[in-house]
């Protein structure tokens, strides 16, 4: 998994996310997102700029999770012929592979998840401190991205239903009081600041929620892999059935499920479940009874070599394949044409102009692929890249709808044409508008406030 994540990490180019954490500095909280990915980012930024450098964490958590997974079946008592299996099937599945490729707060997330359910299951199975030990994971993933708060939360349902016993003990206890303490800080600085994360969901919800909405199962099934669909649903109902280890899996994932469907900003947050539940399937589901040696083989190889032409910049980084994959994955899309929008933008700015940006975005492409003037000048009112500040000058070239929509703070604004995008493009950066203005009517720190946007 490492050799093929390594050979596709230099191909096409950096992510929509990953350009905007190279843009950010190391802060103890920023309003959409928890600080720890973007530290990460920040100190691999001092050693190489070097895509495949950026990325190595992400390949290192997905090789940890593939190895994660052959611990779930190990823990139900499994030989290690099926610990294997569980970890290339883990490996080579869609999610894992673009989570491995790519290095954002969903990359460490998966592996928290993976990591907590396995403290959760190791519980109900008579190991003492697994519920300490995934209080302590799932407080420090708190740093990371709070997504964390409802797994926690739906296995605190899950083993109500299934499993009262293990909250009764210390280590629960002890669990639930380190993950409030570690927790609580990136918690509270939210609560503070009035919940700006709640604004970005909604930002997303409002963009794309009925849509993830209908496409909600069908998703679910290409993350965790279609050829492996009897193996992980298996697992989900097969231990509620028959009172096995594994049965708070069942409710755990349905309210996760239930907390996407009333909070539709993205597709992936079950996945989280439905991979330890895949983990746990080659145990419980039968499966393994059914299928031959060779038919598990084939079936987690057809699997893995799917996921790697959908998920991995593979094939050559033109048509008609990006288009057709961007369909089903768009991160595939968002790695392309990033160094050509940042030369249009270079072009199209005048001397002692600076630049406000609307999308973070386009802003870390200035930042990553621009001259040392044009990373200098470039700003944006986008998410924490707004409190970064305001431009300096009183010349500006505003790019992207929000952005040129604020024109009247100016005396006067001059079209400047449209950023020309290929081969394809993320549905944002569709005709973006670019506009040359010149006097604000007040001070930048008056001004500034009107450029804020808290949007996914």
């Known amino acids: 998994m490492a050799l093929v994540l390594l050979i596709a990490a230099p191909r096409y180019g950096p992510h929509w996310d990953e350009l905007y954490f190279g843009m950010l500095p190391p802060r103890w909280w920023y309003e959409d997102q928890p600080p720890l990915t973007v530290w990460i980012t920040w100190v691999l930024g001092r050693f190489s700029d070097a895509l495949w450098v950026q990325r190595l964490p992400g390949v290192a958590v997905a090789v940890v999770g593939a190895l994660v997974a052959t611990l779930y079946p190990r823990t ?4 290690e012929q099926v610990q294997r299996l569980a970890g290339w099937a883990h490996a080579f599945t869609v999610y894992p592979l673009i989570m491995g490729h790519l290095f954002t707060t969903s ?48 296995l605190l349902v899950g083993l109500l239903l299934t499993c009262r016993s293990v909250l009764l003990t ?83 994932a349905a309210v996760v499920l239930l907390w996407t469907l009333a909070n539709p900003s993205q597709p992936y947050y079950p996945v989280g479940v439905l991979l330890p539940a895949l983990a746990v399937g080659w145990v419980t589901s039968g499966v393994v009874a059914r299928w031959s ?32 994959l961007s369909r ?62 305001p431009p300096s000058s009183d010349l500006v070239l505003l790019v992207g709808e929000d952005a040129v929509r604020q024109r009247d703070a ?38 500034w406030p009107r450029f804020r946007r808290l949007t996914g």
């Open 293 to 324: 040696p060779r038919r598990r083989s084939a079936v987690v190889a057809t699997n893995g070599l799917v996921a790697c032409l959908v998920c991995l910049p593979l094939l050559p980084p033109g048509e008609p394949w990006l288009s057709t």
């Open 328 to 389: 089903v994955n768009p991160t595939i899309r968002d790695q392309v044409g990033w160094p050509g929008l940042a030369q249009q933008i270079s072009s199209l700015r005048r001397p002692g102009e600076d630049v406000v940006v609307d999308t973070y975005a386009l802003a870390g492409a200035v930042h990553r692929y621009g001259t040392p003037s044009d990373r200098a000048s470039v700003h944006s009112g986008h998410n924490a890249l707004w409190d970064l500040g």
């Open 107 to 154: 990359s460490i997330d998966l592996l928290a998840w993976q990591v907590v359910i396995l403290c959760v299951l190791r519980a109900t199975v008579g190991h003492p401190h697994g519920l300490l030990w995934a209080g302590t994971v799932a407080g420090l993933a708190c740093w990371n991205k709070l997504l964390v708060v409802v797994l926690a939360s739906a």
């Open 410 to 447: 100016f005396d006067s604004c001059s079209p400047a044409g449209t950023l020309e995008t290929s081969p394809v493009v993320h549905p944002q950066l569709v005709d973006v508008p670019v506009f040359h203005c010149e006097g604000p009517v007040s001070d930048w720190r008056t001004l």
């Open 76 to 79: 139900l008592g499994a030989g």
């Open 170 to 252: 210390r280590d629960a206890l002890l669990g639930s009081l380190v993950f409030v303490l570690l927790g609580a800080p990136q918690v509270l600085l939210q609560l503070a600041h009035g919940l700006p994360m709640s604004q970005v969901s909604s930002g997303l919800v409002d963009q794309q929620g009925d849509l993830v909405r209908l496409a909600l199962l069908p998703a679910l099934a290409l993350f965790v892999g279609p050829p492996l669909l009897l193996v992980w649903v298996g697992a989900l109902i097969a231990p509620w059935r028959e009172d096995r280890p594994g049965r708070f899996l069942l409710p755990t």
